[in-house]
C-alpha cells in the first residue's frame, strides 16, 4: 500500500464524468501546490491523452504485469499542465490494460496495483481514474486506495451505477483493504432547470444520505473546452470555469481532511 494517500474516482456507468472529475481535482490540487500523481487506469486513455507531455517509457499495463520498483519509476511520466506552483505526473494508460481486467473470481483476485505503489514517493496526492465497469482493474484501483468517489449523473442509470459501485467498494474493504473509505458520491453534469435532475438528487440523497457531496457540478461547456485545449480547466479564465474551478477546491479540501482524519 502507498503511503502517499490514493484517491480512485469511479463509476459502473460510462461518460458520467469520471476523467472530468480526475483532472479537476488534479487541477486544483496542483493550484494549491500539491504534487499530483494521475494514475490512467482506463483502456481508453483519455487522461492520458490530456496529460502525459511525453511517450511513456513503462505503462500502467506494465506495472501491472510486473509491479517493480523499476517500472514504477520508468511509468512516472511528466506532464505539460502549466499550473504553478504544483505539478502533474501521470501513469499512462495502455490499450494493454484491457488484458488486466479479465474477470477473476473472489478468491482469485490479488491486488497487483497496491503492489506496485508500496514504495511510491515524492508525491502529495494520487489520483486513480478508474474505467466504466467494476472488473477487475477498478477493483485493483480500490484494493490501493484510502478513498473513493462515485461519480454519477443525475439519472435512473446514473442512481444504479452509483448504487453497484458503493456494493463494490464495500466488498474491497472487506475483503482486500480495511482502510479503504468512500468518500462519497458526487452528481455532476447537473441541469439547474430540470425537474428530472432535481428528482434524482433528492432521490441520491434517500439512498446515500450524508454522502451525496455538496455542490454538485453543473454541466458546464468548460469541460468539453478544457479537453479540447488540453489544458487545465482551472486556467481557462471563463465565468464557467472559475464556477466549476471553485467547486473542485471545495471538494478537494473535503478530500484531504478526509484523508488527514
Ligand atoms: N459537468 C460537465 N458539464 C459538461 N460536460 C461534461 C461535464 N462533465 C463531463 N462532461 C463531458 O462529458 C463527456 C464525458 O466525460 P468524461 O470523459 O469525464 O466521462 P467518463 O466517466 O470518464 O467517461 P468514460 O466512462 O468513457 O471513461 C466529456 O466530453 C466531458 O467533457
Ligand atoms: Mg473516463
Known sequence: MSKVPVVSVLSLKGGVGKTSVTLGLAGAATVRGLATLVIDLDPQ????????????????????????????????????????????????????????????????????LARALEKLDGYDLVLIDCPPSLGTLTRDALAASDLAI????????????????????????????????????????????????????????????????????????AFQQAESFGKPIQTLGTAGSREVSAIFDKHLTKLLRAINS
Open 150 to 221: 462515485i461519480v454519477a449523473t443525475p439519472t435512473y442509470f446514473g442512481l444504479q451505477g452509483a448504487e453497484r459501485a458503493a456494493d463494490e467498494i464495500e466488498e474491497i474493504r472487506k475483503n482486500h483493504n480495511k482502510k479503504l473509505k468512500l468518500l462519497g458520491v458526487l452528481p455532476n453534469r447537473v441541469k439547474s432547470v430540470a425537474e428530472e435532475h432535481d428528482f434524482r438528487i433528492k432521490e441520491l440523497g434517500s439512498i446515500f444520505k450524508k454522502q451525496v457531496l455538496t455542490p454538485p457540478i453543473p454541466d458546464r461547456i
Open 45 to 112: 486513455g483519455n487522461a492520458t491523452s490530456i496529460l502525459a507531455a511525453v511517450e511513456p517509457t513503462a505503462t500502467a499495463a506494465d506495472l501491472l504485469a510486473n509491479p517493480t520498483l523499476a517500472n514504477l519509476h520508468n511509468s512516472l511520466t511528466p506532464c505539460a499542465w502549466e499550473v504553478a506552483p504544483g505539478e502533474v505526473d501521470v501513469i499512462a494508460s495502455s490499450p494493454e490494460l484491457i488484458q488486466h481486467d479479465a474477470f477473476k473470481s473472489a478468491a482469485a483476485f490479488k491486488p497487483r
